[in-house]
C-alpha cells in the first residue's frame, strides 16, 4: 500500500549527535518505530545546516510530518527548514532525543527517548509557537529559547571543549565562565516599551522553561501562550554569582532580588555590532534586530 506523502515522516537523523551515541542507537529506534505503523523515509546528516536543506526541500516536495533524531541542535535545524513558510498549513514535529541535551521536550514530560518513543507512536499533538528572531543578515526561528551575555559565552566554551561530557560538561563551562564574569549592556524594548540599557550578565528569551537539559532557565514559561518568558539576570558579583547558580536546576534563581521575569510577545533590540548568541543550543554570532512570537506555527508531538 502506498501511503501519501502528506501521511510519511521525513526523518532526519544526526549520526554525530552526543558523540556518536545517536548513530548506534538510531537504526534500533526507528525500526521499533516502523514495528509501530510509522512510515519513515530517513536521511542522516553530515555536516551543519544539512538538515534545514533537507527539510526545505521536503516541505516543498509535500510532506507535512518530520521527526528529527539528535539533539536539540537538530529539532532547531529541522525548524529553521520549515520555517519560514507561506500558506496556512502547520506541520507536525516530533522529536527522538538520542543527541546531548534535551532541553524542549521536557516540558512535555519526556525526560528520555524511551518516552518520547512512546509518545511518537501515541501520536498525541500540542500546538505550539515558534519564534521569528530578525537579525542584519536575515531572520532564524527558534522553539526553545535564545540568550545573550553569560549563557552564549558558556554555550560557546560548551562547544569548543566540553560538548562530550553532556550536562556536566555544560557546568564545567558555567564555572568557567563565571571566573571572568562581565555585565554588558543589551539595549532592548520589551513590547514597545522604553528602551532598557542597563548592565547585565544575562539576558534569556523563553519559549520553553528548560536549557542545556536540566537547566530550569524560565521556570513559568509555557510553549503554547503565545508569549516569551524575559529572564534578566542584574549586573553581580562572581562569588554571590556562584553560590546562586545551582537554583537553577530548580527554578528557583527567579527568586533572587538580582534576576527579573517578565512576559513579552515582541523584543525589539539596539545592537552597534553582532554578539554571541545562544539559541537552541547553536551559538551563532548575530547583530539581533527583533524578537516575535509566532502563536501555534507547528505541531509538536507529545
Known sequence: MTVDVAERWFTVVNPAAGGGRCGRRAPDALAKLREGGLV???????????????????????YRRFLGVGGDGTGYEIVNGLFPRQGDEVPRLALLPLGTGNSFLRDFA????????????RGETHTCDVVRATHADGELHFINLLSLGFSAEAGALT??????????GYVIAVLTTAARLQSPVFPIRVDGGDLDERPCVL??????????????MAPHADPTDGALDV???SAMGRAPFVRSFPSIFRGKHVLHPKVEETRAKTIDLDLASPVDVMVDGEVLELALR???????????VA
Open 203 to 216: 539576558l534569556s528569551f523563553s519559549n520553553s522553561r528548560y536549557t542545556a537539559g536540566t537547566m530550569m
Open 110 to 121: 519526556i525526560t528520555s527517548a524511551d518516552i518520547a518513543m512512546r509518545a511518537i507512536l
Open 290 to 300: 527583533r524578537l516575535e512570537v509566532i502563536p501555534g506555527a507547528v505541531e509538536v
Open 159 to 168: 562547544n569548543r571543549r566540553f560538548k562530550p561530557f553532556g550536562v556536566p
Open 40 to 62: 519513515l523515509d530517513a536521511h542522516d546528516t553530515s555536516g551543519p545546516g544539512q538538515a534545514t536543506e533537507l527539510v526545505r526541500a521536503a516541505w516543498a516536495d509535500g
Open 231 to 233: 529572564i534578566r539576570i
